[in-house]
Protein backbone atom coordinates (compact mmCIF):
# COMPACT_ATOMS: atom_id res chain seq x y z
CA UNK A 1 0.00 0.00 0.00
CA UNK A 2 1.63 3.52 -1.18
CA UNK A 3 0.33 6.36 1.31
CA UNK A 4 1.41 9.97 1.15
CA UNK A 5 1.71 12.09 4.26
CA UNK A 6 1.29 15.69 3.53
CA UNK A 7 2.21 19.13 5.80
CA UNK A 8 0.55 21.72 4.05
CA UNK A 9 2.55 25.47 4.32
CA UNK A 10 2.81 28.25 1.86
CA UNK A 11 5.87 29.08 1.95
CA UNK A 12 7.25 25.10 2.66
CA UNK A 13 4.88 22.22 1.58
CA UNK A 14 6.49 18.72 2.91
CA UNK A 15 5.52 15.17 1.30
CA UNK A 16 6.59 11.81 2.03
CA UNK A 17 4.91 8.77 -0.20
CA UNK A 18 5.96 5.38 1.86
CA UNK A 19 4.63 1.84 0.61
CA UNK A 20 4.22 -1.32 2.84
CA UNK A 21 5.85 -4.58 2.02
CA UNK A 22 4.24 -7.82 2.64
CA UNK A 23 6.57 -8.77 4.89
CA UNK A 24 5.79 -5.73 6.60
CA UNK A 25 9.00 -3.30 6.67
CA UNK A 26 8.36 0.45 5.10
CA UNK A 27 10.05 1.79 2.37
CA UNK A 28 10.64 5.04 0.85
CA UNK A 29 9.29 5.70 -2.05
CA UNK A 30 9.80 9.78 -2.07
CA UNK A 31 9.91 12.37 0.14
CA UNK A 32 10.95 16.28 -0.45
CA UNK A 33 9.31 19.87 -0.19
CA UNK A 34 7.89 22.18 -2.24
CA UNK A 35 9.07 25.75 -1.39
CA UNK A 36 7.52 28.64 -2.61
CA UNK A 37 8.99 32.16 -1.82
CA UNK A 38 6.78 35.06 -1.37
CA UNK A 39 9.58 37.34 -3.18
CA UNK A 40 7.81 38.54 -6.58
CA UNK A 41 4.76 36.20 -6.36
CA UNK A 42 1.53 36.83 -4.95
CA UNK A 43 -0.46 34.52 -2.68
CA UNK A 44 -2.26 32.75 -5.47
CA UNK A 45 1.05 31.65 -7.37
CA UNK A 46 2.28 30.23 -4.29
CA UNK A 47 -0.65 27.98 -4.39
CA UNK A 48 -0.80 27.30 -7.97
CA UNK A 49 2.75 26.06 -7.55
CA UNK A 50 2.00 23.11 -4.52
CA UNK A 51 -1.34 22.60 -6.31
CA UNK A 52 0.76 21.70 -9.60
CA UNK A 53 3.97 20.00 -7.58
CA UNK A 54 1.46 17.85 -5.36
CA UNK A 55 -0.39 16.49 -8.56
CA UNK A 56 2.96 16.04 -10.44
CA UNK A 57 4.29 13.44 -7.48
CA UNK A 58 0.82 11.99 -7.03
CA UNK A 59 0.44 11.07 -10.89
CA UNK A 60 3.77 10.17 -10.56
CA UNK A 61 3.22 7.32 -7.50
CA UNK A 62 -0.70 7.06 -7.07
CA UNK A 63 -0.99 6.49 -3.41
CA UNK A 64 -3.68 4.59 -2.19
CA UNK A 65 -4.30 7.15 0.72
CA UNK A 66 -3.33 10.51 1.93
CA UNK A 67 -2.76 11.47 5.87
CA UNK A 68 -3.08 15.07 6.91
CA UNK A 69 -2.17 16.32 10.24
CA UNK A 70 -6.02 17.95 11.37
CA UNK A 71 -5.88 21.34 11.66
CA UNK A 72 -5.94 22.85 14.74
CA UNK A 73 -5.60 26.52 16.12
CA UNK A 74 -2.35 28.85 15.94
CA UNK A 75 -2.41 31.75 17.60
CA UNK A 76 -1.12 33.72 14.41
CA UNK A 77 -4.49 34.17 12.33
CA UNK A 78 -2.57 34.97 9.29
CA UNK A 79 -0.49 32.11 9.71
CA UNK A 80 -3.59 29.64 9.93
CA UNK A 81 -4.61 31.29 7.20
CA UNK A 82 -2.19 30.42 5.23
CA UNK A 83 -1.80 27.08 6.59
CA UNK A 84 -5.60 26.67 5.68
CA UNK A 85 -4.77 28.15 2.12
CA UNK A 86 -2.11 25.60 1.27
CA UNK A 87 -4.02 22.65 3.61
CA UNK A 88 -6.91 23.61 0.96
CA UNK A 89 -4.74 22.74 -2.21
CA UNK A 90 -3.78 19.40 -1.08
CA UNK A 91 -7.41 18.36 -0.31
CA UNK A 92 -8.48 19.67 -3.57
CA UNK A 93 -5.28 17.80 -5.48
CA UNK A 94 -6.21 14.54 -3.12
CA UNK A 95 -9.92 15.23 -4.07
CA UNK A 96 -9.40 14.99 -7.78
CA UNK A 97 -7.51 11.86 -7.57
CA UNK A 98 -10.24 10.09 -5.63
CA UNK A 99 -7.69 9.63 -2.96
CA UNK A 100 -9.17 8.34 0.42
CA UNK A 101 -8.20 11.27 3.20
CA UNK A 102 -7.29 10.65 6.89
CA UNK A 103 -6.89 12.87 9.21
CA UNK A 104 -4.55 12.61 12.85
CA UNK A 105 -4.15 15.08 15.34
CA UNK A 106 -0.73 15.94 16.62
CA UNK A 107 -1.20 13.82 19.94
CA UNK A 108 -2.43 10.58 17.84
CA UNK A 109 0.91 10.84 15.12
CA UNK A 110 2.91 11.44 18.48
CA UNK A 111 1.70 8.35 20.25
CA UNK A 112 1.78 6.16 16.82
CA UNK A 113 5.36 6.92 16.37
CA UNK A 114 6.84 6.87 20.11
CA UNK A 115 3.92 5.83 22.27
CA UNK A 116 4.13 8.51 24.09
CA UNK A 117 1.97 11.72 23.74
CA UNK A 118 4.02 14.34 24.78
CA UNK A 119 7.10 13.59 22.51
CA UNK A 120 8.64 16.47 21.26
CA UNK A 121 9.31 17.62 17.44
CA UNK A 122 13.06 16.23 17.73
CA UNK A 123 11.96 12.57 19.40
CA UNK A 124 9.45 12.34 16.59
CA UNK A 125 11.82 13.42 13.95
CA UNK A 126 14.42 10.26 15.08
CA UNK A 127 11.65 7.99 14.96
CA UNK A 128 11.28 8.82 11.92
CA UNK A 129 14.75 8.69 11.20
CA UNK A 130 15.16 5.24 12.71
CA UNK A 131 11.99 3.90 11.45
CA UNK A 132 12.83 4.31 7.55
CA UNK A 133 16.55 3.00 8.02
CA UNK A 134 17.69 6.65 7.33
CA UNK A 135 20.92 8.14 8.09
CA UNK A 136 19.54 11.35 8.72
CA UNK A 137 16.50 13.35 9.70
CA UNK A 138 14.80 14.48 6.76
CA UNK A 139 14.92 18.35 6.00
CA UNK A 140 12.99 20.48 6.12
CA UNK A 141 11.14 19.87 9.26
CA UNK A 142 7.76 20.10 7.31
CA UNK A 143 9.32 16.89 5.36
CA UNK A 144 10.14 14.65 8.32
CA UNK A 145 7.04 16.08 9.84
CA UNK A 146 4.89 14.80 6.39
CA UNK A 147 6.69 11.50 6.66
CA UNK A 148 5.81 11.36 10.29
CA UNK A 149 1.79 11.47 9.45
CA UNK A 150 2.02 9.24 6.70
CA UNK A 151 3.85 6.35 9.10
CA UNK A 152 1.22 7.43 11.83
CA UNK A 153 -1.74 6.46 8.93
CA UNK A 154 -0.06 2.59 8.52
CA UNK A 155 -0.01 1.90 11.95
CA UNK A 156 -3.56 3.33 12.27
CA UNK A 157 -4.53 1.40 9.46
CA UNK A 158 -3.05 -1.62 10.74
CA UNK A 159 -5.11 -1.62 14.12
CA UNK A 160 -8.52 -1.20 12.14
CA UNK A 161 -7.59 -3.45 9.72
CA UNK A 162 -6.68 -6.02 12.72
CA UNK A 163 -9.64 -4.86 14.37
CA UNK A 164 -12.12 -5.24 11.74
CA UNK A 165 -10.87 -8.55 11.25
CA UNK A 166 -11.26 -9.90 15.20
Given at each position: ???IGIDPGIAITGYGIIS???????????????????????????????????????????????????????????????????????????????????????????????????????????????????????????????????????????????????
Amino acid sequence: MVIIGIDPGIAITGYGIISQEQNGNIDIVEYGAIVTSPLNKQESERLLLIYRKLKERISLHRPRAAAVEKLFFQKNARTAMAVGQARGVALLVLAEFEIPLYEYTPLEIKQALTGYGGADKRQIQEMVRLRLGLKEIPQPDDVADALAIAICHLQSYRLRDYEAQS
